[in-house]
Structures are given as structure tokens and as C-alpha cells.
């Protein structure tokens, strides 16, 4: 026989205490009266829980705007000093750390590249970790540290990512063994953290359907539904999607797939192979994209480059359009970042010609607006995800 489990006087209070901080922290300041009309709780109940958080420091007043006829109405937000959080982007060319306070603001990053360590997970477990002591010295009270991997990620934080040459990696356990503090861990994909975070802060922010494009070394995307909720975000291997039949080798064993055409390494690749071409200097994959993006400013083979690869994203893109019909398409990551500006009216176009005419319509193709660091931000989410949802309430992070 099934066992139903009562919910208690504190299950309801964490509850309330979750839906009143995550309307402040994911929507903005608001009012307490504003708060009521969101929420649906009583006015009594509003103001138990605010003066509860503002009490702990979670919450902080933020002055006062004019009313209709009343007393001026005390604006409420989530208090940036209540804490700091720690993301860590483990890519397939670098570590990232970043420190960001409880608003996810940038405080400081540091990059250490991969080159020398064969992505051995010991030697990518110690560098993280340098690189998270590193940002500590900048001090103050640390809610969590977050991890984003680009690959499948189970509960107890073992690691698959194929693009590392990982298979059932610890990569959690490893990861604690080295940490300088005792704080809260969460290990996760890394194409969904920076999905929660466009969302949260970002290029998603107000779609209620988006597809959040990850380009980097490796290629992947995030689904995001209901404006970013955690329960709403779901990740795929978009990258290994074929946009052309019999084409490029993959270094997924496959061919033609949309990685192979737009992952940062295949782009100066393909650059390479074109008729004109001059060689690159040895540098970091971000770095040679770069290069190349530099060279496109003036007709030849490199304008040529970006302008093919435009059309193989918008092929991609207008996959995705005629499957998930989403509202927004927001296209991040190092790649985007180095190579989108340059892109994306070709992108936008060829989008355009491959999706369903009512469906293009309906998207909107966007730029990612987090920068650099903005899978360490996302990955810097997840503990904060873990604090919303338990109501402020600190507790250990799975991983």
C-alpha cells in the first residue's frame, strides 16, 4: 500500500518562503502588495515570511515608489551581500572559476588553460580546485560552489562526457577531495547551467519557450520552459545533429554533423582548408577562432569561412525551430561570443529559408549577453537554484 506523506506546518512555510524569494530574486524588486498578487498567499502570510527574510538578511528594502492615492509602497529585493557563490566551467580547452555575490554579479575570474594535463579528471579536479582558491582570496561567506561539465551528469555527481574521453568519472568525489572549504556542491551539464542563467540573467530573460545554444569546442543546447524554472530545462546533443548527409567526419565517429561545421575547432579548420588561407599561430581554439574572425573583417577565404558556417547554424537552428517552436533562440558560449556578431544575419537568414515560414516568424534570434564567463555564471545557478528552492534555507547541494 502506497504511503501518502502529510505535509506539515514547515513543509508550508518553506514552500511560501521559496515562492516569495524566487518571485524577488528571478523577477525583480516588487512590493509587498505586488508579492500578494503574484503569489496568491494572504497579505498576513506575506508579511510574516518578508520580515523572516529580511530578518536573515536574504531580503533587503530598496527605497519606496508612489502609490495610487495611499502611502508610498516599501520596494523589496533579494540582498546582493547576503552571500557569495563559486561557478566553475570545465570546458573541453579550460577551467574557468568565478566568484559572483548572491545576485551574480562578477567579483573575479580566473582561467587556467588545459594544455599539458591530457584532461586527466585528477589534473582538471586539482586546477579547479587552484583556481577556486584563487577567487576565495577575495573573501566572504560562500553559499556554494557550482560545476559545469560538458557531459551527462548522474545524481552522485559520476561524470560521462565523451569530449573529455570521461567515462563514470567521480568527478564530484575528486573535486571534494580537493577543495579548500567545506562548502555545498552541485555538478551538472554544462549546456543547462548556462541555459538557467541566460534565463535568469540574460538574452532569455521574458521568453517563455527558448533554446539556449551552447558553441564551443563542443556544440549543445538547452530547452528552457516557463521562464527558466529549474523543472524546465532540458539539454540534448543538438551538436550531433546531421546538416548534411555523408559530410564532414565528427569526432563523434559520425558525419556531417552540425559540430563538425560550427564547433570552435572545426570553423579554423575548415578556414585552413580554403583556397588563400595563411596558417594561425598555435594558440588556445578560442584564440585561433579569433584569428579567423579578425581575417573575415575583408573579403577572402575567411569571410568565406564565416559566411558557410552561418548557413550550416541557421540549418541547425531551423531544425530546432520546426521541432520545439520556440519562442527565442539565444546563441552562447565562447563561440557565439567570438564569432556572433559576425554571423548572425547569416545565421538569422538561413534560418529563415529552412524553418516553417509561420514558425520562423515567431522566433526571435538572439546574441547571449553574459560575456566570458558566462558558464561559470551559469554554473555558479545551481547553488543558488538549491537555496531558492528550499527557501533560503542553507543545506547541502547534491553532487
Known amino acids: 500500500m502506497t504511503r501518502v506523506r502529510r505535509q506539515t506546518t514547515r513543509d508550508l512555510r518553506r514552500h511560501n518562503r521559496a515562492a516569495l524569494l524566487s518571485s524577488l530574486y528571478l523577477r525583480g524588486p516588487a512590493s509587498r502588495l505586488e508579492l500578494v498578487a503574484e503569489s496568491g498567499l494572504s497579505p498576513a502570510t506575506v508579511t510574516n515570511v518578508i520580515a523572516e527574510l529580511l530578518g536573515e538578511g ?6 519606496s ?25 570545465v570546458g573541453e580547452t579550460h577551467v574557468c572559476v568565478g566568484l559572483f555575490d548572491y545576485e551574480l554579479e562578477t567579483l573575479a575570474t580566473v582561467d587556467h588553460p588545459l594544455r599539458g594535463t591530457d584532461l586527466d579528471p585528477d589534473e582538471v579536479a586539482r586546477l579547479a580546485t587552484i583556481g ?8 566572504g561567506n560562500v553559499l556554494g560552489i557550482g560545476v559545469g561539465v560538458p557531459g551527462a551528469v548522474r ?43 541566460e534565463m535568469w540573467r540574460g538574452a532569455g530573460r521574458g521568453a517563455e519557450r527558448a533554446v539556449i545554444a551552447l558553441l564551443g569546442v563542443g556544440v549543445g543546447a538547452a530547452f528552457v520552459t516557463g521562464g527558466g524554472s529549474v523543472p ?20 563523434c ?10 564547433g570552435t575547432d572545426a570553423v579554423v579548420r575548415r578556414y585552413l582548408e580554403m583556397p ?61 561570443a567570438a564569432m556572433g556578431p559576425a554571423i548572425l544575419e547569416r545565421v538569422r537568414s538561413s534560418a529563415a529559408r529552412h524553418a516553417l515560414g509561420y514558425l520562423a516568424e515567431s522566433t526571435e534570434i538572439e546574441l547571449g549577453r553574459l560575456g566570458a564567463e558566462a558558464v561559470a555564471l551559469g554554473a555558479a545557478t545551481l547553488p543558488i537554484a538549491e537555496l531558492l528552492a528550499s527557501g533560503g534555507r542553507t543545506a547541502e547541494v547534491r553532487g
Do not use: K
Not at 156 to 169: F, N
Open 58 to 63: 536574504l531580503v533587503a528594502e530598496a527605497g
Open 65 to 89: 515608489v508612489e502609490s495610487d492615492g495611499g502611502r508610498p509602497r516599501t520596494m523589496l529585493r533579494v540582498n546582493p551581500g547576503f552571500g557569495r557563490v563559486i561557478g566553475v566551467d
Open 132 to 139: 577556486v582558491e584563487q577567487v576565495l582570496a577575495e573573501g
Open 155 to 197: 545524481d552522485s555527481g559520476v561524470v560521462h562526457a565523451p569530449t573529455l574521453g570521461w567515462s563514470d568519472v567521480p568527478f564530484a568525489d575528486l573535486l571534494r577531495t580537493h577543495l579548500p572549504i567545506d562548502a555545498p556542491l552541485s555538478v551538472d551539464n554544462r549546456a543547462r547551467t548556462l541555459g538557467q542563467a
Open 232 to 251: 524546465g530545462i532540458t539539454t540534448s546533443e543538438w551538436g550531433h545533429t546531421v546538416v548534411r548527409a555523408g559530410g564532414a567526419e565528427c569526432r
Open 253 to 262: 565517429s559520425s558525419r556531417g554533423c552540425l559540430e563538425a561545421y560550427v
Open 276 to 336: 588563400g588561407a595563411q596558417p594561425i599561430p598555435d594558440l588556445q581554439s578560442e584564440a585561433r577562432l579569433a584569428e579567423v574572425v579578425a581575417r573575415a573583417a575583408t573579403p577572402g577565404p575567411a569571410a568565406d569561412t564565416l559566411a558557410d558556417i552561418g548557413e550550416y547554424l541557421g540549418i541547425g537552428i531551423a531544425n530546432l525551430i520546426n521541432l520545439l517552436a520556440p519562442d527565442r533562440v539565444v546563441l552562447a558560449g565562447s563561440g557565439s
